[in-house]
């Protein structure tokens, strides 16, 4: 190699190195940027709501006097509605999986269903709000009750379960299989004892992770009328009812500076709420994992 190829080469590692350093500091730049952000954001928080987070904060009903408002109607609401949510969209959503990746047939029809359920896992959640309006509340005349924004909720979140759960169930190796009909299981035998014990992390993280979502939505309750006050405790699934993000809008919306500082209390409790339903997500991920 003479000197000139040398010099060539030389340029060429210098350059590469120069870009690599230019795009190490970009992604460093953008890393800090969403950081800085979240801490600015997380501080402005706990800051303004800190001193309205009290045990009368949570046991009290909303109020018109933001020294006395509290979440408890929307906390209860909030269990009601994941009760209602959580079983129908992890029975249909797991359903669809072990459908559509253990009995249905490769054809084009299949693929058309795969790929409108991952289109519908990017489609804005108002969508499926007029959705639930429509059939739940008025076809099916089920009012601004319990049981309709479960099942509006349930719609929102069923392409991520149904995703989640074919991921999992896609994951599993194929001898295990082999080794499930080798010792003459059926098919069924070999899914309920095999496949969906060894899927349980994928499909109980992507179902918590969904509910999650779903917990913290908005635009779908207001669009099938969910109410945002609310002095009362639901009693069965066709009782009105109120959710903290809807709770938090009503009190951001107020034109009083104390109740933009009650609904940081309220966020702040959402906050841990969400905390503690993705750390469930990852406790039951690494616990399913060491067994399977």
Do not use: C
């Not at 295990?176 to 993280?205: C, D, F, H, N």
């Not at 309750?221 to 959710?243: C, D, H, K, Q, R």
């Amino acid at each position: 190699m003479n000197l000139v190829d040398k010099k060539v080469v030389q340029n060429k590692m210098n350059k590469r190195i120069i870009s690599n350093r230019i795009m190490r500091q970009m992604f460093f730049l953008a890393s800090a940027f969403g950081i800085v952000v979240l801490a600015i954001l997380l501080y402005r928080i706990f800051s303004e709501g800190l001193p309205y987070l009290d045990w009368r904060f949570l046991t009290n009903f909303a109020s018109r006097f933001p020294e006395e408002a509290g979440i408890k109607a929307a906390i209860a609401g909030s269990v009601w509605l994941m009760a209602v949510t959580a079983p129908i969209s992890l029975v249909l959503g797991v359903g669809t999986a072990i459908y559509l990746e253990e009995y249905a047939k490769e054809n084009k029809f299949t693929q058309f269903i795969r790929m409108n359920i991952s289109n519908l896992a990017g489609v804005p959640s108002v969508v499926f709000g007029l959705l639930g309006l429509t059939v739940f509340v008025r076809l099916m005349e089920m009012g601004r009750s319990i049981i309709a924004g479960g099942l509006t909720m349930s719609l929102l979140i069923l392409p991520i379960i149904v995703v989640s759960s074919q991921e999992a169930i896609r994951a599993i190796p194929k001898n295990q299989y082999e080794a499930s009909y080798a010792m003459g299981a059926t098919k069924w035998q070999t899914i309920r004892r095999i496949v969906l014990p060894a899927a349980i992390p994928g499909i109980l993280t992507g179902g918590i992770l969904a509910l999650s979502r779903a917990i913290g939505e908005t635009a779908p309750l207001l669009m099938i009328g969910a109410l945002s006050f609310i002095a009362y405790l639901p009693e069965n699934i066709w009782s009105g009812f109120t959710v903290l993000p809807i709770q938090i809008f009503n009190w951001t919306g107020r034109p009083q500076e104390e109740f933009h500082l009650v609904a940081s209390a309220g966020i702040i409790v959402l906050l841990i709420i969400l905390l503690l339903m993705n750390s469930i997500a990852v406790l039951i991920r690494s616990k399913f994992s060491k067994r399977y």
